[in-house]
């Protein structure tokens, strides 16, 4: 069994528990808070669970990481605050953890990554012998395993499309959904996640990835954006109200241009309110859904629909990110210390899971993507 901790019981935190508690080569030995009414309360309670997991939470980042821990999920945010995460990730890894998250966007394709963010990594490594894996759902297997899989069904390829559709008045996190995003501002409020470059910054990683993984070089990355006003004032269960004449949809497009051509698309179509931009592409039913379409021969789309906590689709589409991660802990920890990619860690079956008493997440094995060379190809 390997000693794993989670750090940070929000929506990210609180699944993680879940997916550690149900996964048979894990044992949850510490949870991690930052709130002080959270300390002294036990796992299973802070993640929804209808049982006592027998590990109460503190905020003795120290001691737990003394402890020598084989493995930490990193669930805090990293959105606002990236360089405290990227020093508590550090002193894991420093610890000689395996540690997985989703919260450093630069280090999804860490081999492009900035220097300020890998160099730090590569060094904790050298010191302590742990490993750092980042992924999430998008970016994360939404726009990298899952449509590098779907691209091997085709046999002429022309282009990939990975979209993400979503009502945020799901997404409980106001402060992002309010502020990086801009919902509910004045349409001359320059959210943080739309300003020029940063869509790139955060997604244009997936694109990379999946541009290696196909075989095929980009000529550069551009990004589009278009913005809608609410017509009307609408109430959300989670956030309040957002006022008519603020922003209430947003759609934008990170596109890898290979040979002229949008040959890899990363979009996002985000709603406060289904009523705003009702003609922009809307998901099957609920609030939310992953889709891939590859355009070529033959067409092949496939839209992911997740949900936990309630039927949430937010907190399906977090649980699945946290698949991805902590089903990799095993695989980290027998692999060579290091810094990984979501082409170096593979997407396996959930082995032994299968039938269990606890909440799974079960994502497919992933095979071989397409033949070098077939994206665009005549």
Not at 119 to 145: E, K, Q, R, Y
Request: proline content about 8%.
């Amino acid at each position: 069994m390997i000693s794993t901790v989670v750090w940070g019981t929000g929506n990210v935190g609180r699944a993680a528990i879940r997916a550690v508690d149900a996964h048979p080569a894990l044992d949850l030995t510490a949870v991690l808070v930052h709130s002080p009414a959270k300390v002294g309360r036990d796992a299973g309670e802070l993640a929804g669970l209808d049982r006592v997991l027998g590990v109460a939470a503190t905020d003795d980042v120290a001691a737990v990481l003394a402890a020598g821990p084989g493995a930490v999920v990193y669930a805090a945010s990293g959105d606002i605050r990236p360089d405290e995460a990227l020093t508590d990730i550090g002193a894991a890894i420093r610890a000689g953890a395996v540690v997985v998250t989703p919260s450093l966007y630069p280090l999804y394709d860490q081999r492009n990554a900035p220097p300020e963010f890998r160099d730090p990594v590569l060094a904790a490594i050298a010191d302590g012998g742990g490993s750092l894996f980042v992924s999430g759902v998008d970016p994360g297997w939404g726009n990298d395993v899952l449509p590098l899989l779907m691209s091997g069904l085709g046999t002429v390829v022309d282009a990939v499309r990975c979209q993400e559709i979503f009502d945020y008045s799901t997404y409980e996190q106001e402060e992002s959904v309010r502020h990086l995003i801009g919902m509910g501002h004045p349409m001359d409020y320059q959210p943080l996640m739309l300003a020029p470059s940063i869509p790139t910054m955060v997604w244009g990683g997936q694109i990379r990835l999946m541009a290696r993984a196909l075989g095929v070089e980009l000529d550069e990355i551009r990004e589009t954006l278009q913005r809608r006003a609410l017509d009307t004032t609408v109430s959300t269960r989670t956030m309040g109200d957002f006022e008519a004449g603020t922003q209430g949809a947003v759609r934008f497009e990170v596109q890898g241009i290979v040979k002229g051509e949008p040959r890899l698309v990363i979009e996002h179509i985000t709603r406060i309110h289904p009523s705003c931009a009702p003609d922009w592409p809307s998901p099957p039913n609920g609030d939310g859904a992953h889709r891939v379409i590859i355009e070529g021969r033959p067409r092949i789309e496939i839209t992911v629909e997740a949900t936990d906590e309630g039927d949430n689709r937010s907190a399906g589409g977090n649980a699945t990110a946290v698949g991805r991660l902590v089903g990799a802990i095993d695989w980290l920890v027998d692999a060579e210390p290091g810094l990984y990619d979501a082409l170096d860690v593979p997407l396996r079956p959930a082995v032994g899971r299968l039938g269990a008493p606890a909440p799974l997440g079960a994502p497919s094995a992933l095979e071989t993507p397409a033949p070098l060379g077939v994206l665009g190809a005549k």
